[in-house]
């Protein structure tokens, strides 16, 4: 039986799942890829630590070139995340001829480009389903089963910490602040949460989505990305009251020559599969020109989930490796030369529908004075609520039919310079056209 050799860098929790996954399964793999995979050595930092899985037979190093530049290693593992020293060494490792799975999402969006082109130049593979959804098989789906379809939306709840505080800002009324540190001590958030509650998670997901989707490649700095941190318990329960639900969304829409890249709060119907996406679970929607809409759930991380994902590349590249093939998919699903530079259509042209909360004091004429400014740009309202007040405010909730997002922030920094307004308005975007 061929035997194929591979090492890990990073043996954290995901890297945990993965010797643990080979080991308890290697006779199953071994089935079904007709090779034994060996994973020969173990890079980290920390190489002492009890991870609680066994490693007995493996090399551990804290030396990353042991396995970069070892001549038995076929396929080198990369689970460090963030940008550098994970670019170095994935480079490095594509140089002497390895091949390359990671579940980095944001090494991928910033620098895949430039590792894909090293690939294709050495002759050599770069997967990486584990990037996007945890162990949802998408990426996989996109690039084979749907890939006769030519995507017109992609739609995601991708990042696990933000739906699990959206959800319990929704069942419990609490407020951010509050489900964060809740989350934090849970482990589902990380001491420093910015990059998933600001959306920067989200939005590196994105990018490998739109990619794969629309064969196109995608600078991160043009994806549009705002976090959940301004979604207070008010606008949850008036999104209730409405019918809809709040999710951090990743949408990508292609529209014409261009594309819709974005991330933000978004409403969605409440009778809608996505609104139903609860806790740290992921949940992505394609809509195919032939296979119409279709939509994957899962766990979106996680030791087991994630290792499940990375493996699966490892068995995919070990297959081929079985068989004496090598490149057989490119990294994106499109052929090199197709891959084009579509241009990302610009926030202010977005048109959708908006939820929009103002703080006024309750006089007479305030509606009236907010309507003009509003219907001054061509913003038509659809439903409108007044909550009782308090003091001498009362928040106002304004619903409107489909409108340019430049027509609305235009109108709604008119607005905010009311001596009747007491406090910056807020806005949600509303996806309730989802198919």
Do not use: W
Not at 312 to 326: F, Y
Not at 397 to 405: D, K, L, P, Q, S
């Amino acid at each position: 039986m061929k035997e194929i050799k591979i090492g890990l860098l990073g043996f954290g929790t995901i890297g945990a799942g993965v010797v643990k996954l080979l080991k308890e399964n290697a006779p199953l793999i071994e089935d079904k890829t007709g090779a034994r995979i060996l994973l020969k050595s173990i890079a980290d930092l920390d190489i002492t630590t009890n991870r609680g899985v066994s490693t007995e037979g493996i090399h551990l190093t804290r030396n990353a070139d042991e396995i970069l530049t070892d001549p038995e290693i076929s396929v080198v593992i990369e689970l460090i995340g963030g940008y550098e020293p994970a670019r170095t060494f994935a480079l490095k490792a594509i140089a002497h001829g390895k091949h390359v799975v990671t579940a980095n999402k944001a090494l991928l969006a910033v620098h895949g480009d430039e590792i894909y082109q090293a690939a294709k130049a050495n002759g050599v593979e770069v997967l990486f389903e584990a990037a996007v959804g945890g162990g949802i098989p998408v990426l996989s789906a996109i690039k084979g089963n749907m890939a006769a379809n030519r995507f017109s939306t992609v739609l995601g709840i991708v990042n696990g910490t933000c739906n699990y505080i959206l959800t319990r800002m929704t069942q419990e009324g609490a407020d951010f602040a509050e489900v964060l540190k809740s989350a934090q001590a849970l482990g589902y958030a990380e001491a420093d949460p910015t990059f998933d509650i600001e959306g920067v998670d989200t939005a590196h997901k994105l990018c490998l989505l739109l990619s794969l989707c629309f064969g196109t490649k995608i600078d991160l700095k043009d994806v549009y990305s705002e976090g959940i941190t301004s979604i207070s318990s008010e606008d949850v329960d008036f999104a209730k009251t409405f019918g809809y639900r709040i999710k951090l969304l990743a949408i990508g829409k292609r529209d014409g020559g261009q594309i819709e890249a974005r991330v933000h709060p978004t409403m969605v119907p409440s009778d809608y599969p996505l609104a139903d996406v609860h806790g740290v679970f992921n949940a992505i929607r394609l809509t195919g020109d032939f296979v119409g809409p279709v939509m994957f759930y899962g766990r979106g991380a996680g030791m087991d989930a994630t290792a499940s994902a990375v493996v699966g590349d490892v068995v995919d590249l070990c297959r081929n490796l079985s068989a004496g093939i090598t490149r057989r998919c490119a990294p994106l699903g499109y052929l090199d030369e197709k891959v084009a530079q579509l241009p990302i259509k610009p926030m202010g042209d977005i048109v959708s529908k908006y939820y929009i909360r103002f703080q006024a004091l309750d006089r007479p004429g305030v509606l009236s004075r907010i309507a003009g400014a509003l219907g001054a740009r061509n913003i038509s309202i659809a439903s409108m609520v007044q909550s009782a007040r308090s003091s001498d405010t009362v928040p106002i909730v304004i619903m409107t039919h489909e409108a340019r997002e430049e027509d609305i922030r235009h109108a709604l920094t008119e607005i905010d310079s009311f001596d009747v307004i007491r406090a910056k308005s807020n806005f949600i975007r509303i996806e309730d056209n989802l198919e």
